[in-house]
């Protein structure tokens, strides 16, 4: 039985070798100094004129630097005439990089790409992150680092980016605070999806709760905060009320929280409020006795209320539990004799 | 052994419709209280979601308000029409008066062993406790739950500070009930040794002549003296009350102490 179990795995072995041998000689795909030969000439172009020049020295510095030519565009690896054609196979950044192809592949973006027709319009991997000079979010001169992110957003969400400069954050920014959000901390990168989804504005307001932890608390002791954490979405999450991009301080006359905006706020919603509905606060706090003196005093006299009243029946039950069993102990005896 | 009416139907009635929408109120609206916990998003799910959970808290407080009117209304009709102002003072009314203070103290004195058991009437201290306790619950809670169903109609009036304050209230007084209603009143009337494990009498109506003569001595002795025992005897419930009775209120004080619980073991977590 096993000798006739190895002379079948021989004939296998044999076939395959015998088969891998009477295929062509595999071609020796073109190292990258090749293709610098024709791209490295800073004066390259096409027939159209359009440059075709790869600047070496900016590859080299990539993060991509130490992979071949062919490694990304792989259609070129059997290529044996050249020059090559003008279309190439398009780079697939996933065939690498699959967790964040899968990622993109649901976002807004690749659905506005795939599906919407904005063919164009809508970015792929190199409209965020470039292609020869591609480099990583570590690194100060890249499009993807932390402090260029909202630069390279705004290169097709210019309006945003106004708006973005503008406020709170963006200033914040400005004056070298790298806490400051930028564009991804609240969108994602891969996964960025359209705001109004009830999932989109609850994964932001907790993006804000990461830094407004105190806000994020205040927020959740009210009703607003309440009905949104079991996923009741029709009522106001941070950004209904403070703004998004252009999120201004209170005292700014432009903010949407200033004492002479804060009705039209409240009306986005609650269209019928008048001044006396604007006076309620969304962010009360009754632990706070500077901030919220009403609702402090009320606080502590519900505390006391249910001490008082817990404390009181607590001994009363426990007491009458006591006598009542001993009670029953008793007549049970009783009926006995 | 005689069997007498305690309440009448309609009291038992707005009693089994007060129960209903209490629990309603409570399952739908101590998930928003505790939304930090598991168990409240679970609630919330089964109910059909917060969104379903808020309109049927809102149908269960129309009902409450109903209730609550309609013993008002029952109220007022026994003092204005019928002119017994019994109901303001004496042994047949709610209204706390000495002699309650006094058996409060000595009922605790017995406890302890240090006196006799008062002799207590129709209504206990307890019993009147739990009445104004709901008296007052529905006060603040219905008040405080009307402002926040319909801020904008009230803000007319009031100013914006009490919506904060009437969310802190609707929530702490909600608890407040809740523990309660879960604990001592189902302790007094149902837990305690000698009515273990339930007191079927808001539910048939009728006491039985021992339990009216031991447990309400004060009452008996009034009644037998004015001759007004005759009147409120009746027969035995039907065959079918004890036993659905039975049902009743055991799925209810399961469900309130698993409540009581859920909400100690969050309370003892730490509320979020």
């Known amino acids: 039985m096993a000798r006739r179990l190895g002379l079948v795995l021989a004939t296998v072995l044999f076939v395959g070798v015998a088969t891998a041998g009477a295929q062509p000689p595999a071609v020796k795909p073109p ?25 070496q020295k ?19 690896a059997a290529q044996q005439e050249f020059p090559h054609p003008e279309t190439l196979a398009k780079v697939n950044c996933a065939s690498c990089h699959d967790a964040e192809g899968a990622k993109y592949h649901d976002s807004i973006h690749a659905w506005a790409k795939e599906k919407a027709g904005l063919s164009t319009a809508a970015p792929a991997c190199a409209d965020c992150h470039g292609t020869h000079d591609i480099r990583g979010t570590d690194d100060k001169a890249g499009r993807v680092f932390r402090a260029n992110i909202p630069a ?72 607003h905060g309440q009905v949104t954490r079991l996923g009741f979405m029709r009522v106001a999450t941070c950004a209904d009320c403070h703004g998004a991009h252009d999120i201004y301080p209170k ?40 901030r919220s003196a009403s609702l402090y005093y009320t606080g502590r006299f519900m505390d006391g209320l249910l001490l008082v009243v817990f404390g009181f029946f607590g001994i009363h039950t426990a007491l009458w539990l006591s006598r009542g069993l001993k009670e029953r102990g008793r007549t049970k005896k009783d009926g006995v004799k | 052994m005689a069997t007498y009416r305690r309440f009448d139907l309609a009291n038992r009635a707005l009693h089994g419709m007060l129960m209903l929408s ?15 916990s598991r168990w409240a998003a679970v609630l919330a799910s089964l109910l059909g979601g917060i969104e379903v959970a808020g309109r049927l808290h809102r149908v269960s407080a129309t009902l409450l308000i109903l209730v609550f009117l309609a013993h008002l209304a029952r109220v007022l009709k026994q003092l204005v029409i019928d002119r017994d102002l019994g109901v303001l003072w004496g042994p047949n009314s709610m209204v706390p008066q000495p ?84 604990t001592v009143h189902f302790f007094n009337t149902h837990m305690r040794p000698e009515k273990f494990p339930m007191d079927p009498v808001i539910f048939t109506g009728r006491l039985s002549e021992h339990e ?59 509320r979020g």
């Open chain 1, 251 to 290: 005292a700014d006359a432009r903010s949407t929280v200033n004492p002479a905006n804060r009705l039209a706020t409240c009306r986005k919603c609650h269209t019928d409020a008048n001044a006396n509905f604007a006076e309620y606060d969304p962010h009360a706090d009754r632990h706070d006795l500077a």
């Open chain 1, 58 to 76: 900016v590859f080299a510095a990539s993060k991509h630097g130490p992979l071949e030519c062919v490694d990304c565009h792989k259609d070129l």
């Open chain 2, 99 to 182: 002699r309650d203070v006094v058996q409060a103290i000595g009922h605790i004195r017995w406890f302890v062993g240090l006196g006799p058991r008062p002799r207590f009437g129709r209504f206990t201290y307890w019993e009147k406790f739990d009445y104004w306790a709901v008296f007052w619950g529905m006060g603040i809670i219905g008040f405080s739950g009307l402002l926040l169903w319909f801020p904008t109609v009230f803000s007319r009036l009031l100013p914006g500070w009490l919506f904060n304050i009437a969310l802190l209230v609707h929530g702490e007084e909600a608890l407040l009930a809740v523990v309660f209603i879960f």
């Open chain 2, 212 to 270: 009216l003569r031991d447990e309400r001595p004060d009452e008996y002795d009034q009644l037998a003296a004015n001759g007004g025992l005759a009147a409120l005897e009746v027969g035995p419930p039907p065959d079918w009350v004890i036993p659905s009775a039975r049902v009743l209120a055991a799925a209810v004080v399961s469900a309130g102490f698993l409540v009581v619980i859920l909400i100690v073991l969050t309370l003892v977590q730490g």
């Open chain 1, 152 to 223: 390279t957003c705004g290169a097709c969400h210019q309006g945003v980016l106004d708006k973005y400069k503008a406020g709170v954050h963006g200033a914040a920014r400005a004056s070298g605070n790298d806490k400051a959000p930028v564009c991804a901390d609240c969108h994602t990168a891969h996964t960025i999806q359209r705001i109004d989804t009830d999932k989109a504005r609850l994964d932001v307001a907790a993006e804000c709760g990461t830094c407004h932890a105190e806000s994020m608390r205040t927020y959740r002791d009210t009703f």
């Open chain 2, 22 to 36: 209490f629990l309603g109120l409570s399952a739908t609206g101590l998930p928003l209280l505790f939304g930090t």
């Open chain 1, 31 to 55: 190292a990258s100094d090749d293709c610098l030969a024709c791209h490295g000439d800073a004066d390259a172009k096409r027939e159209n004129g359009a440059s075709i020049a790869v600047d």
